[in-house]
C-alpha cells in the first residue's frame, strides 16, 4: 500500500527523498489505519489514493497542523521529529498502539525505518 502512495509523487526528486508511512493502530481493540508522509506533506493525489485504500481522510496527516518545529524549519531536529512514522506517532488518539508500519522509503522504497526512526521506535515496529 505504501509503495502505491508513494508512486505518486510529484516527481522524480520528490520520489528519491520522500517517505511515506501506514500505520496499524490498535485503541480499545479496534484497529485502524493512519497515513503520513515525511515533512507530513503528501500531495493531493497521494491522498486520494490512501483514501481509495481505506485510510479514514481524518487519519491521513498531511500539512503544517500535524508538524511540529523544533529547530525552525530547516533544522535537524524539526526534520527528524517529522519523519513519516513520527507525525503519526504524535499524531494518532492518545492510548493507542501502533502494531505495525507499512512503509516506502526513498527512491528504492524500501519497506523499513531509516537509522533514526528505528533507534526511535526500537525493532518492534
Same mark, same amino acid.
Given at each position: 500500500m505504501a509503495r502505491e502512495v508513494h508512486n505518486l509523487a510529484r516527481d522524480e526528486r520528490a520520489l528519491r527523498s520522500q517517505t511515506v508511512s501506514i500505520a496499524k493502530v490498535e485503541k480499545d481493540g479496534v484497529s485502524s489505519l493512519y497515513a503520513s508522509g515525511s515533512g507530513a506533506s503528501l500531495n493531493p493525489r497521494q491522498r486520494e489514493k490512501l483514501e481509495e485504500l481505506g485510510v479514514p481522510k481524518e487519519n491521513i496527516f498531511s500539512g503544517k497542523k500535524f508538524k511540529v518545529f523544533i529547530d525552525g524549519e530547516r533544522g &535537524?531536529?524539526?526534520k527528524l521529529a517529522n519523519h513519516a512514522e513520527r507525525v503519526i506517532e504524535r499524531n494518532i488518539p492518545l492510548d493507542s498502539e501502533i502494531?505495525?508500519?507499512? &512503509?516506502?522509503?526513498?527512491?528504492k522504497q524500501k519497506n523499513e525505518m531509516c537509522p533514526?526512526?528505528?533507534e526511535h521506535f526500537g525493532h518492534s515496529h
Open positions: &535537524i531536529q524539526t502494531k505495525e508500519f507499512g &512503509i516506502s522509503w526513498s527512491s533514526n526512526c528505528k
